[in-house]
């Protein structure tokens, strides 16, 4: 008689949500996977990527490009974080796959200001077009994620594994 399948994913744990957290609090950017209503085909994007002084995680985005209007169609989103170090397999080196919903911060919310100033304390660079009219925040709120450790390292985390830290 065959053998079921051996399930790969390990129980969430403290080990888990912390790796994960750890990939989100020093990720500065991501690949972000989008819905296209125009074509109806899915589009990824590479994104700067930082956390609000609150821990939840933020992008600042041109309203010029295709993924801030797919957005503003449709909030749900894929965000990928974590990279390979410059040795190994990159397969074997931590990386978090996000299912998340998209909260537009615009100029005329009042935590806009405190973005802007936190933003620019750890994105300096972000200067030279974060004051440009076209230029908006985003929250993204993780709802669940896959997080892969390395090999044999896989977690399923729901949305309260990942919530900002206290």
Same mark, same amino acid.
């Given at each position: 008689?065959?053998?079921?399948?051996?399930?790969?994913?390990?129980?969430?744990?403290?080990?888990?949500?912390?790796?994960?957290?750890?990939?989100?609090?020093?990720?500065?950017?991501?690949?972000?996977? %989008?819905?296209?209503?125009?074509?109806?085909?899915?589009? %990824?994007?590479?994104?700067?990527?930082?956390?609000?002084?609150?821990?939840?995680?933020?992008?600042?985005?041109?309203? $010029?490009?295709?993924?801030?209007?797919?957005?503003?169609?449709?909030?749900?989103?894929?965000? $990928?974080?974590?990279?390979?170090?410059?040795?190994?397999?990159?397969?074997?080196?931590?990386?978090?796959?996000?299912? %998340?919903?998209?909260?537009?911060?615009?100029?005329?919310?009042?935590?806009?200001?405190?973005?802007?100033?936190?933003?620019?304390?750890?994105?300096?660079?972000?200067?030279?077009?974060?004051?440009?009219?076209?230029?908006?925040?985003? %929250?993204?709120?993780?709802?669940?994620?896959?997080?892969?450790?390395?090999?044999?390292?896989?977690?399923?985390?729901?949305?309260?594994? $990942?919530?900002?830290?206290?």
């Amino acid at each position: 008689m065959p053998q079921p399948p051996i399930n790969p994913i390990r129980p969430t744990s403290d080990e888990a949500r912390a790796l994960a957290h750890g990939l989100i609090a020093t990720a500065t950017f991501g690949a972000l996977a %989008v819905n296209d209503g125009t074509t109806g085909f899915p589009s %990824v994007t590479r994104i700067a990527i930082g956390t609000a002084p609150s821990g939840e995680i933020l992008t600042l985005v041109s309203g $010029l490009a295709a993924h801030t209007g797919a957005l503003l169609t449709d909030p749900r989103a894929g965000l $990928l974080l974590g990279e390979p170090k410059e040795k190994g397999d990159p397969l074997t080196h931590p990386r978090l796959s996000l299912r %998340v919903m998209a909260d537009q911060i615009t100029r005329d919310d009042s935590r806009f200001e405190m973005l802007r100033t936190h933003w620019l304390e750890t994105h300096p660079k972000s200067k030279l077009y974060i004051d440009l009219p076209d230029f908006t925040f985003f %929250v993204l709120r993780p709802q669940s994620g896959a997080l892969n450790g390395g090999f044999g390292r896989a977690w399923q985390l729901g949305a309260s594994d $990942l919530m900002p830290l206290d």
